[in-house]
């Protein structure tokens, strides 16, 4: 989205938003009264109130768009810890010959991972050489009975699975607040600051309070853009249960 933080940015919008608290005070000064009356101020705040209507139903459109992007990438690394945690069992029950590929497995893990929470939007896809030597070893493996036939099929299924998964994680963590539309949405919002302090006299009551409003929309912007990086920042998706998935094996 941006080369800044999530909290870096909001912390500049929150600046620019108590700059236009300011900014009304001044122009509130500076323009002759004769374009402060009644009128004007009708005008302005039909004005500035059918922005904060659009800009109130963006922004929870916003909130409520980013969160289920969130939970939808998180819901995949769920589903991508259970295809390995069900990958595993399902060569332990193929026999001894599929020992090798769990332990191909567990050193591939961490790599695999990794990739995943680095690539942040930033690094073109890529594979990991450890991973997909687990799927051509499971591919190469030559099942002796029925069973290791089906466990094989099996095997070769999630994997394949755990393949498309990892790819359209990949391609929905690509799904962005493009640069324009914040840009847009903090000049709406830097408008309706300024009507604030436009016609009022800004003592240290109003100050504070404005400064809360301020606050808490930079606040929403926070949360719209960290629940669109899942895996950076303050929010991020734990790797923990991924990168523990798989016990040790035994001697």
Known sequence: MTDMSPLALSGIIFALLLAGIFVGALLRKALPQTHLGDDTQDVVRLGAGLIATI????????????KGSYDRESSQVK???ADIILLDNLL?????????????????IGPFVDRIWHEQNTEPFSTVPQAEQVYLNIQALSPNNDLQRSLQ??????????????????VESANILPKPFLAILVFWLFVIFVTFSLFSPLN??????????AFSAACALFLILELNSPFAGLMQ??????????APLGP
């Open 55 to 66: 800009g109130g139903l963006l922004l929870g459109l916003l909130i409520a768009s980013a």
């Open 79 to 81: 589903q991508i810890t």
């Open 92 to 108: 332990k029950n193929y026999g001894p010959e599929a020992l090798p590929i769990r332990n191909q497995m567990r050193s591939a």
């Open 153 to 170: 099929a099996r095997a070769a299924q999630v994997s394949t699975s755990l393949a498309q998964t990892r790819v359209l994680l990949f």
């Open 204 to 213: 240290t009551t109003g100050l504070v309070f404005l400064s809360l409003f």
């Open 237 to 246: 998706i734990s790797s923990d249960q991924l990168r523990n998935a798989l």
